[in-house]
């Protein structure tokens, strides 16, 4: 369990942020890079001149209106971005010799252990399609214009 491991302790807790700040930091960026090249983009729409012209505050603005019109391809990006931080944990529990599925997985195909690599395999996989249904029901969340679509194909 959760306690045995020494996971839920302090030492644990410390032990988790080097490997957490290499698996998030890249991605982190990207995402941040995408945010804000979106946000430049949405910025500079006729919607957003109006909603100056009409005295909103730069607040209202920018999480209201732009914020909300930016989150689709952040979405996207961040799904995929997802799913290589689950590749990449592989390496990152061989570097900070960490026990976890990943070391099991380095292990399995150092003794050729089929069975162990499928099933990893598969519940990568398995992942991999619960983000994208993850992502896609967010678009709807966030896109009322989908939304419409949705239903009228339904």
């Not at 306690?3 to 839920?8: A, I, P």
């Not at 410390?14 to 945010?35: E, W």
């Not at 995929?80 to 689950?86: R, T």
């Amino acid at each position: 369990g959760w306690w045995t491991t020494g996971l839920l302790t302090v030492s644990g807790l410390k032990a988790l942020i080097m490997p957490a700040i290499t698996l998030g930091l890249f991605q982190m960026t990207l995402i941040m890079r995408l945010v804000r090249a979106e946000m430049l983009e949405v910025l500079r729409t006729d919607y957003i001149r109006f909603a100056r012209a009409r005295g909103l505050t730069t607040r209202a603005i920018h999480f209201g209106h732009a914020l909300k019109n930016t989150l689709v391809p952040v979405i996207t990006v961040a799904g995929l971005q997802f799913g290589s931080v689950i590749a990449f944990s592989i390496i990152t529990e061989t570097v900070f010799q960490w026990p976890g599925m990943g070391l099991l997985f380095v292990q399995a195909v150092q003794n050729v252990d089929i069975p162990i690599m499928a099933a990893y395999l598969l519940m990568v996989s398995l992942i991999f399609v619960t983000i994208n249904l993850v992502v896609d029901i967010l678009y709807t969340v966030v896109d009322p214009r989908l939304r419409s679509t949705v239903s009228r194909a339904a």
